[in-house]
Structure formats: C-alpha cells, structure tokens
C-alpha cells in the first residue's frame, strides 16, 4: 500500500471515482484504493448471501410483530422525504409491519421533500410523529458551526434526528428504529470528510464558543445515555435495506408509480440547506465533492458503470437546481449578508478535532465501538 504523503501528486481509484482529495486514501500495487477495498469486503462481512436474505428478513419481521402485539406501532422509521427513507416505509408496510414514521423539521425541508413525505404516508396510510426544532436555537447552532470553519457542518441535524428517534421510540414503547442506512449505496465516505454526529462533548463545545442561544429545547443524546439503551436492548437499529435486493434506479421508479414521489436532484437535495452545503460549501470551502463517495458506491454495487460515474462527476452539482436562489435562501434564513456569508467560506478550514471532543473515547475503544454497533443492529 502506497501511504499518503502530506504533498502528494493526484491519484484516482482504477476501479472506483475515489481520488487524493481524501488526504488519507491508501492505493494498492494495482491503483485500488482503501474505499471500495473496504466496501467489497463490508458487503462480504455484513450482507447475507442472496439466498439467506428472504429468510433472515422474515425473522426480523416476525420477531418485530410479535413484540409490537398490542400496541398501537411496532416499530419507527424516519422519513425524510429522500429516496432511501420513504423506500423503507413502503417495504414496512409490505412486509406487513406498523411503523410510525418521524420526521424531525429543521426548517429546512424542500417543498418536494414535504409532497414526498406526504404522498407517501397518505398513500400507506402511515401515522407520522413530526418534531420541529425551535428555529432560533438551531439557527445558532448551525451558525456556530460554520463559524468554526469545519467539514461537517450537518451533525446538528444527524445527531438531532437520532436523539429524536430514540425518544420517539421510548414514547411509542418499542426498541425498533427502522432506517434506510445501507452498505450498498452507501458504503464509502472518508473519514476525513465527516465526524461523529453522536459526539455532544463536540456539539456543545462548538456551541459553547460560537453561539449565543441556549439549547434549551434541541434534542441532545449522550453517549453515555445512548450506549446505555443499546446495552440494555432498548435501542434496535434495523437497516432493513441490508436485508434486500437494493437497487436504487429500480426503488426510485417503484416509488414514483406507487406512492407519486418526486426526484430533487441529487442524494440528500430534499433539504435546501444540504443541497448547498454538499453542492457548494464543500467543494469550494473544502476541495471535495461528496458525489464522489456516494457514485463510487454505486459503482462498486454495479448500479452505475465507472464511466458514467465519472461523467456524472463532471456536470455541476448544481444543475438541476439553482444555486442563486438556494444562496440567497441560506443568507436569508440565517439573517446574515452575502459578505458575512463568503467570509465563512474563505475562512481558514479546521478540523474537528481542532475543538474538544470525545474522539480519543470513540477512536481508542474501537472493540467496544463495534461491539455496541454490533448489539444496536441485533434482532
């Protein structure tokens, strides 16, 4: 394996779109990179071979009804309006489950994203618990990681939406969080590009220096209190399209027959505020695209040929949307100028650890990491 050098030439996946804008790929003697060799090895470890699907599925299934008898949902997925989610809810209720979809509003939601939940949850006749954040706090809160000037500027939603879920669940009474994570359209994301959402010595650290609003009512999760209701078999996570045949394209289409879905342009774009910061802020800011993760997952699924993942990367991550008005809606929203805005942008990068945080707790107990991970998704 070729190690990263701090000035390296660029180099590029022979057989994925991952490149050296993460500064940490390793490539083999061939030019294949640590990414899709991880993936394939993943989809290997975590996938069950086709055969064992149908049958482990219909153990979840059942072990999920059993325990949900006589109350009014047996388990809970978020929805978001995107392709995974709401492909989640219609496979529930095929299967023949009772979910109660949560959506937790950030203010940011897409009007499609809004038709999509809707249609959907109408159609399937699904109840849905929303939680809609108090805009000045979260407003704060996002500010403050901008100002910080780091990567993930999303872990307020993400790490909202599991604090969500996981109270949502406890008030529902089930353990069973269904969601449409998956390793094979999802496989690969560098390290270097994203932090733990779950950290909130980081969040309140970021928020201690940045912000001003105190977040009274913002939905926080400890890791303390999360490993604890996963130990305890309180907290199930499902990642029901690890069990499936997933293809994308297909569910998409499914999708837009059975339930009037609508496509928004790109992976996540049902939310304005992302559809900027992954199609904008980040390549600008900080030289990446996440396109580039999500095509060579794909690519190595066999959903997409490398050539035209490649050609996808060279259209504008904005052409099917309009980046003018996404901007002036950010700028707008946020309650700054367009010249507070750019000097966000220009501002030197750090990294996350550049802040206080619990990394050294979550990276030095890796073996207790995976193991937990392991206990959230038994069934």
Request: with cysteine.
């Amino acid at each position: 394996m070729t190690r990263p050098e701090a000035l390296r030439p660029y180099q590029q996946c022979t057989r994925c779109l991952m490149d050296t804008s993460d500064p940490e790929i390793v490539f083999d003697e061939q030019g294949r990179c640590n990414h899709c060799t991880r993936y394939f090895s993943r989809i290997a470890r975590e996938i069950a071979p086709a055969g064992e699907r149908e049958a482990r599925l219909a153990a979840v299934v059942a072990r999920i009804q059993s325990e949900g008898r006589g109350k009014d949902y047996d388990c809970i997925a978020g929805v978001s309006g995107g392709v995974d989610s709401t492909y989640v809810i219609y496979k529930l209720k095929e299967l023949g489950l009772r979910p109660l979809a949560v959506h937790f509003d950030n203010g940011w939601n897409s009007e499609l994203a809004v038709a999509n939940i809707k249609n959907a949850l109408d159609r399937l006749k699904i109840d849905l618990h929303t939680y809609v954040v108090d805009w000045e706090e979260f407003k704060d809160l996002q500010m403050s990681f901008l100002k910080a000037s780091v990567p993930n500027c999303e872990i307020p939603t993400d790490h909202a939406i599991t604090a969500t879920l996981v109270k949502t669940a406890r008030m529902v009474g089930t353990p069973y969080v269904i969601n449409g994570s998956n390793i094979v359209t999802e496989g690969i994301l560098p390290i270097p590009w994203v932090y733990y959402s779950h950290d909130l010595k980081h969040i309140k650290a970021l928020h201690h220096r940045f912000g001003q609003v105190p977040l009274k009512t913002f939905p926080k999760i400890s890791l303390p209190e999360f490993t604890l209701r996963i130990l305890a078999g309180r907290y199930r996570m499902v990642n029901l399209l690890n069990y499936l045949d997933y293809d994308k394209a297909a569910a998409v289409e499914t999708m837009k027959r059975e339930l009037g879905w609508q496509y928004y342009g790109g992976k996540h774009y049902e939310s304005i505020y992302t559809r900027w910061y992954q199609g904008y802020y980040l390549p600008v800011k900080f030289g990446f695209d996440k396109r580039r993760a999500h095509l060579s997952a794909l690519v190595c699924a066999g959903q997409m040929t490398r050539e035209q993942g490649l050609a996808e990367l060279q259209r504008d991550p904005y052409a099917d949307n309009d980046l003018v008005t996404d901007t002036d809606f950010v700028v707008k929203k946020f309650g700054i100028t367009r010249e507070q805005l750019d000097q966000l942008v220009k501002a030197p990068n750090r990294k996350h650890i550049d802040y206080p945080n619990a990394n050294s707790f979550i990276e030095g107990s890796s073996s207790l990491r995976n193991f937990i991970r392991e206990r959230a998704k038994r069934v």
